[in-house]
């Protein structure tokens, strides 16, 4: 029972570092919480299904097709309502308005494409029963697709020259400006990347779930949640809150079971945790 809880957990943290890894980096370096990263998971699903709503579709292909089409969407996002928003110095509250009209306009428009009802995947998962242990094929290119996204993010944030102007921008904006570094530049194809990577979060979760328009949203709190314990602007951190919280929400599923309260609870543990570290360490774990 335990290492099923386990499996469960890592798993729900693959979904919540894939998720909320584009959402930190860019709230580093943009200065504000894009609320419209609930649609880019959504439409990350939507063009997932447009390959895996038939038997035959192929995981991959849809995975790599979301990444990239979602970093497009995110790119044009940001320069067509975001750039201009930003060079005019504009508020931060207006942003994060800004950020939830987005949102809104991109989750209609996917309504008015794909329609309002509940769909899903024409996939059958293969499951892999290692003695107690309940392994689906979804979990493990889940699991493996975030273990390989954090390794390279890692190398590229400490090896190239492009991240380690990710984390100059991150760090200080005004002195990375004057060493000549294009911030412009950094934050549009930061905003692609991490958008893409939220797509392919949104492929996961629709996979294991349904297709709907609203699914982003389902997964919006707890992207925020990891994104502001992990410290925001870090990665690092990010990954030690999204491991915090899976583990959080799948152990708190045993615990409400055990005492009959509903398994609706279980976000409100992970908020918990979060506020009980925030209470000692403000600005979350890796600042």
Partial sequence: MTGQILVNSLVTASLYLLAATGLTLT?????FPNFAYAEFVTAGAFIGFLILQNPDGNILTALLLSFFGVGLISMLSYSVVFRPLVARSTNLIYLMISSIALGYVLRHTIGEIWGWRTQSYQQLWQVYQIGDLRITFLWIIMFVTALCAGIILHLFLTRSRLGKAIRAIANNPDLAAVTGINKQKIILLTWFFGAGLAGTAGVFRAAATRVVPMLGWDILLPMFAVTVLGGI?????LIVAA????????????????????NEYRMAIAFVILIVILVFRPKGLAR
């Fill in 243 to 262: 491991l915090i919280l899976g583990f959080a929400e799948n152990f708190g599923v045993v615990f409400l079971t055990g005492i009959g309260l509903s």
């Fill in 27 to 31: 709230f580093g370096l943009s200065r």
């Fill in 233 to 237: 602007g870090n990665f690092y951190g």
